[in-house]
């Protein structure tokens, strides 16, 4: 016995609209922004035969030296798994160096290594020029409100992650000009 042939549904041929409180236009907005956000670094990325996992596990090792891998598990809310074959390519091509911890040896502490710091700074320098473009019109009230905004979409309970806004402009090494110490 054959089973009928299931027929396909009608299309829809109208776009989605506002719909219960749903504001598709910031949606779209953002998923644009991210998009061309995203671009040059992963131009960059192809060049070394990396991707944005790379990419998130340079950014955030390079800003906070002496990251541990839990702590950057916590952050990137990945698996060990997914986070173990990345990070060996970035140690295996000496982007990235492992530390045992100095009070736990179990602990493994990240640090970038020279070629890592100049990877990362390739990585951020067009990210920071699009942002700059974006902000050049804006005023440092309005530059608040689109960094109150961009928190605001983070978890409450991540927060933390994040810091203040002053931290999160300084220089996480001390050094004004952000060369590596």
């Known amino acids: 016995m054959t089973k009928p042939k299931h027929q396909p ?6 776009p989605l609209t506002p ?3 749903i504001d598709f236009g910031i ?10 956000f995203t671009s040059d670094p992963d131009q960059i990325l192809t060049e070394y035969g990396f991707g944005r996992a790379h990419h998130r596990i340079v950014h955030f090792v390079n ?3 002496g990251l541990t ?21 970035l140690i295996d091509s000496d982007y990235i160096v492992q530390v045992k911890g100095p ?5 493994r502490e990240l640090y970038p290594t020279a070629k890592g710091r100049e990877l990362a700074l390739a990585l951020a320098a067009p990210q ?5 473009r974006a902000l050049a019109e804006t005023t440092s009230h309005e ?16 927060r933390t992650q994040i810091g203040s806004r002053s931290r999160l402009s300084e220089d996480p090494c001390g050094d004004p000009d952000g060369n590596a110490g």
């Open 103 to 107: 009070r736990d040896r179990r602990q």
């Open 143 to 158: 530059r608040d409100t689109v960094e109150q905004f961009l928190q605001g979409m983070v978890n409450p309970e991540l």
């Open 69 to 89: 891998v839990a702590e950057l598990l916590d952050v990137l809310k990945i698996t060990k798994q997914s986070l173990a074959r990345v990070l060996k390519q």
């Open 9 to 14: 549904s009608e299309p829809i041929r109208t």
């Open 27 to 36: 949606i779209e907005l953002l998923f644009f922004a991210y998009r061309d």
């Open 63 to 65: 800003r906070r030296p």
């Open 128 to 132: 920071s020029r699009r942002i700059a």
């Open 19 to 21: 719909h219960e409180g």
